[in-house]
């Protein structure tokens, strides 16, 4: 996979949810090749035929564990919907840069058939079926339970837990056979998040703080590991190498990543290794603001950590050849909450001397801060969007929700590690056909460092 080609265009949800425009969300196809005269833009828009889906992440109907079966073509990309749960197969492989839809899933059948609702993270599983976590049931509460989808038809077979124990809130997953497990984590209770980001929800428990341990084989959940209080564990990744039984998950509130492994006895355990201090400020919705950490990932060698502060404005690359004392090598501000000449002051902070300058590209000032990333896979380009989720945007960057999102491109060194902004590339969602949108996951058509599962 490393050795793969290039990547020439890319895939982003754009979602319209919360920012004022009446259209669907729709399917962006992004160019960029260097060499295309359409570099930097967008070449198709496949829109959806519902309003307020809230497009959200991306995953496919075959991949590496399906590696060997030359009747598995990963040419279905499958898209949930966070809001309407809706689930859209999209066909990729008649034409790679003007998708189309191939089949729709309506929320009843997720409701009917899996008692479940809210569909988050979509992979593909070695019997080529798929499996895609949910956030909630269908009436907005809390419940951390998959559906199965079939590879070839795409009809909703039911849940893929077995028994009546399930965790009380769910958002991602990875799974590895090879150490029969699947963890999954846990963002907040659907109803409650939905319009906004309220504190006081925190102390009523409305939002997680555990990732979740599932028996692979019997499909039942077996162990809870807490990792304290505010946290909201959201993305997590397992190391790409199959026979690790360990990896990292990045919490949010808590701004703190947490390695979770296998324990000599068997069961699973986590350590805090990497802690992201907040800052005290004035001029903002709480005294001490975190960095909200939202999207980690992976290299495919193994060898680099990547995540994103979506509040702060920054990413940050660690170098993961020790597990377990990940080392800051990397680190670049891209917006944020803190920059200079803001409405947040910073009156205390650990890591910064003064607060940053705003982001500026291309002339654009960037609204926003860091969110979703994708890695090439040769490790040298890491491509970043500023969207978290369009309820959140409208209330921490309102400016964004205006303006509409942008795809940026940090380029990356892979010997010594080290970030630095590629100039030259900026994708402004903003000037979109309909008006600004708010453009969130990257997906490759190959196949990606988070998208892929070896076995």
Known sequence: ALKGPREEIVYLPCIYRNTGVEKPDYLATVDVD??????????????????????????????????GDATKRR?????????????????????????????????????????VANPHTSHCLGSGDILISCLGDPSGNGKGGFILLDGETFEVKGNWENGEKVPPLGYDFWYQPRHNVLISTEWGVPK????????ADLERGHYGRRINVW???????????????????????FLHNPDAAEGFVGCALSGAVHRFYKTEKGDWAAEKVIQVPH???QGWLLPDMPGLITDILISLDDRFLY?????????????????????????????????KGGPVTVVEDKELQCQPEPFVIKGKRV??????????????????????????DKQFYPDLVKEGSVMLQIDVDTERGGLKVNKNFLVDFGKEPDGPVLAHEIRYPGGDCTSDIWM
Not at 319 to 336: E, H, N
Not at 371 to 379: K, P, R, T, V, W
């Open 367 to 392: 609204p926003g801060g860091p969110q979703m990333i994708q890695l090439s896979l040769d490790g040298k380009r890491l491509y970043v969007s500023t969207s978290l989720y369009s309820g959140w």
């Open 279 to 281: 800052k005290k400020v």
């Open 34 to 67: 260097p060499k295309s005269p359409h570099y930097c833009q967008v070449i198709h828009r496949l829109s959806m035929p519902n309003l307020k889906d809230e497009l959200h992440h991306s995953g496919w109907n075959a991949c590496s564990s399906c590696f």
């Open 192 to 199: 409650v998040l939905a319009n906004g980001f309220n504190p």
């Open 307 to 339: 995540f994103s502060n979506w509040l702060h404005g920054d990413i940050r690359q660690y170098d993961i050849s020790d597990t377990r004392r990940p080392k800051l090598v990397g680190q670049v501000f891209l917006g944020g909450s803190i920059t």
């Open 215 to 237: 028996d692979w084989s019997t499909h039942t959940y077996v162990q809870a590991v807490d990792l304290g209080k505010d946290s909201i564990p959201l993305e997590i990744r």
């Open 75 to 115: 040419n279905r990309l499958i898209l949930p919907s966070l809001i309407s749960s809706r689930v859209y197969v999209v066909d990729v492989g008649t034409d790679s840069r003007a998708p189309r839809i191939h089949k729709i899933v309506e929320p009843v059948e997720l409701f009917w058939k899996g008692n």
